[in-house]
């Protein structure tokens, strides 16, 4: 599976921005989707995965409610809307896949994941 994400750009505190995760995959019921970041001088943190299959979502405490991860069947592209941005959410931000049989229960751990897109800036200024 390749993965492509896309998106990324400075934006003010308090804006919206969308990403998009372009999948080489036509079809995403065999996978779980995730969304991860990593700021500068700091580890890879979780930010939201889904599971199609169930419709199950999950996100990190600190971007609950602020940002939703969506699949766009018509783009074939797992998206994350993030509204209401924060300079905290400055970092790359980089989509991955896993294959749905490794289970939901580990969906924001990082290791779990096999494919990795190349990750896309996001910059919240001030």
Do not use: H
Not at 86 to 103: H, L, S, V
């Amino acid at each position: 599976v390749q993965l492509q994400a896309s998106g990324g750009g400075l934006v003010q505190t308090g804006g919206p921005l969308r990403l998009s995760c372009a999948s080489s995959r036509a079809t995403f019921n065999n996978y779980i989707m995730g969304w991860f970041r990593q700021a500068p001088g700091k580890e890879r943190e979780f930010v939201a995965a889904l599971r199609w299959i169930g419709n199950l979502s999950y996100y990190a405490d600190s971007v609950k409610g602020r940002f939703t991860i969506s699949i766009d069947t018509a783009k074939n592209t797992v998206d994350l809307q993030m509204n209401n941005l924060k300079p905290d959410d400055t970092a790359i931000y980089y989509c991955a896949a896993k294959q749905r049989r490794k289970g939901w229960d580990y969906a924001s751990r990082g290791s779990s994941y096999d494919y990795w897109g190349q990750g896309t800036l996001v910059t919240v200024s001030s």
